[in-house]
Structure formats: C-alpha cells, structure tokens
C-alpha cells in the first residue's frame, strides 16, 4: 500500500483493522480499551451470522454473540490473538468456535448438578425458536461467517471511499455510483444514470473505472490489516470472492 493510500485510509472515520490494532487491543489502557470496542463493533456481523447458522435460533445468537464480545470487552480472549498466526479472521472463528464449546461444556455441567441454564444451546431441543433460515445459508456455519465477513470488508472499504468522496465534496456522486461500485447494477442502466449526474456516458465510464480502481485498492488495504505476517492479499482477495459467490 503507498503512503498516499494509507493516508487516506487513515483520514476515514472508522479504525482499519491492523495487526498493530489488535496489539494495541490487548493493551490495559483507554487505548487499548478503544482499539478492542473498535474491533468488537468492526466485526460483530460475522460473529453473528455464524452463530445464527449453529443455533438456529435469533434470539440465542444474539444473546451468544454479546455474550462473547463482553468477554472480548473485558480482555481475556483477545490476548490468545498473534500476528504470526496468520489471518485476523481465522482467529476470530476459532475464538467463538471456542467459546460455543465452552458455554456449552458449562450448561452441561449445570444440568448435571441440577443448576438452570441462562441459554439454551440445544439447537435441537423443542421448544427452541426455529430460524426459517435464507437459501445461502444452507451451507456450512464457517461457509456463512466467511461470507458475512466478506461483506463487512466491502461495507469498510466503501465507508472509507465515502469519506474521502465527502472530503472532495463529491459524497452524492458516489452514492449514486455506488451500485456499479459493488457489482448491484446492468450496464444499461448507466446512460439514465449519466443523464441525472449531467456527465455524457463516456465521462460517466471514466469516473466509475477510476472510483472502482480506487474502491479495490481500499479493499485491499482493509484485507491487508487482517493478514499476518506472511498473508497474501491476492490470496485473501481471492478467498473473498470466492465467498461472495457461494
């Protein structure tokens, strides 16, 4: 990433998730304390949509995922997190796969000795509130948290391009280009789409190839923070893709 990229990545009003972040996060400081709550919220949807595909259940995935984010929040769990690990969000998986296990090794315990569960985490059991769950989210658990955290690297990276629009007074433009920006659009449609902006079609092809250009190198800077020591993005690029389209 050049200097004139990071620094414009740096100039958005939300915190890239680096590695340095994540250090940072482990820190028993106000720092520290921000860096962890940034990474909480950057992160959650994924966390969520894995957990809604294990259960089967809304309202005990929420309940899951603020339990494990409190436990993040309080600063145990982040501490088991190494750059040379590799990637930020296999850590990330591992860690709740960990902390669903646990919950439910505990509520087994507690049946055991007779105590009463806070959460039912028998997906199975009867009176549990069955999810009608989407198409896409037949696959596997794993399948479905890759695919949310996708999402969530293409949601950062157009928050950023929109902060730097904003920055050039040029916010609206990018608002309407954004469905060619994230593939939600036909060819067709960009000769109206010109028209409205007053640019002539040719003007209209120029600045979305130039804010698509600008867009994947954002992209790439947002997966390049997640990545260890030896990641590749192209491989992480590939990878997001790859779960996009699953």
Do not use: N
Not at 36 to 45: I, N, P, R
Not at 99 to 118: C, D, I, M, W, Y
Not at 121 to 130: E, H, I, T
């Amino acid at each position: 990433m050049t200097s004139t990229a990071s620094q414009k990545l740096h100039a958005a009003p939300f915190h890239t998730t680096r590695w340095t972040r994540v250090c940072l996060a482990k820190a028993d400081s106000e720092d520290g304390r921000r860096a962890l709550a940034d990474l909480c919220d950057a992160y959650y949807e994924p966390v969520v949509a894995y957990l809604r595909r294990v259960f089967r259940d809304a309202d005990a995935a929420r309940e899951m995922s603020h339990a494990f984010f409190a436990k993040m929040l309080a600063g145990g769990t982040i501490q088991t997190a190494a750059q040379e690990r590799g990637r930020f969000r296999f850590y990330l998986l591992g860690a709740v796969k960990h902390f669903v296990v646990h919950q439910r090794e505990s509520e087994a315990r507690l049946k055991r000795g007779g105590g009463l569960a806070s959460l039912s985490l028998d997906a199975d059991a009867p009176d549990s509130a069955a999810l009608q769950v989407p198409e896409d989210e037949r696959s596997s658990p794993e399948a479905v948290f890759d695919r949310q955290w996708a999402v969530t690297v293409l949601e950062r990276a157009m928050q950023a391009l929109d902060a730097e629009c904003k920055s050039q007074g040029k916010l609206d433009l990018v608002h309407q280009l954004r469905p060619w920006l994230m593939g939600e659009s036909g060819y067709g449609d960009q000769s109206a789409a010109a028209s409205s902006l007053g640019l002539s079609l040719s003007a209209m092809k120029a600045v979305i190839h130039r804010l698509r250009s600008r867009f994947r190198q954002l992209v790439k800077a947002e997966i390049a923070g997640t990545l260890g020591e030896d990641g590749s993005v192209e491989d992480e690029m590939r990878s997001l893709f790859a779960a996009l389209a699953s």
